[in-house]
């Protein structure tokens, strides 16, 4: 090829080798910048949609693992309060027990009597501090709790309208005089014969406490171990993100080296060929 001052496409050249070193180094200052692979749709459609789903489904999951630890709060407070009132049914079965001995007198069975009471007492005082965040579960206007269990929809029949899979715990009412704790408001052991009674009426309060305290004991235990899923499939999604976006540092680093002296050598590559014309000049002299 002749000799021109026109065209330097050694020049040109290296040019165009420098630009894609330069945009080389871009892109991996970007990826050591992020320390993601696939930070934007243009790195990669496929990864990054996929990954912005995911971010969906974490975001999703951060909803129900809230959802659920407010749920768990709920029933452990509740399962403490009906703890409570089972260890203060055993102190009054206890008190009954002793005032219906024929063998007592009458100031022992008023003390006894006046200890009952306060036990009794002492239960509406426990059902009306198990309280969380304005749910109680252990008094009947206290509510329910309902909780987020998964982000699937549990009625697949609506294609429209979303229906989350949930869990439930339901109200116990442990409330004076009502279906759990059938010991009445007024309930006394003043008497032998009210004593006697109150015995019968103790032993059916203890087999409905049992199944109030399985069932919240159980609903518990499902709530922690719906949280433990929920907590290990959220690290699953999240190592999932990584696989598809995450920029390997050390790769990255060592490619950046190897850009770095490309660029040096492109520069003087590029300024040797911009050299090139000034050679036309000799020929003149």
Known sequence: MGFSVNTNTGAMAALQSLSETNKGMSQVQSRINTGLNVSSTKDDSASYTIAQGLRGDMGGLKAVSSSLSRAKSVTDVAVAGAEQISDTINQMKAKAYQAADAGIDTATRTALNNDFVALRDQITTIVNSSDFNGTNLLKASGGSVTALQSLKDSDTS???????????????????????????????????AAATAMIDTLTTTQDNLKTSLSTLGAASRKIDAQASFTSKLSDSIEGGIGNLVDADLAKESARLQALQVKQQLGVQALSIANQAPQTITSLFR
Not at 158 to 177: C, F, H, Y
Request: charged share 15%; net charge negative; no cysteine.
């Open 158 to 192: 609506s294609a429209t309208t979303w229906n989350p899979d949930s869990l439930s715990v339901a109200n116990q009412d442990m409330e004076l005089g009502k279906s759990v704790i059938t010991v009445a408001s007024g309930g006394k052991i003043d008497t032998q």
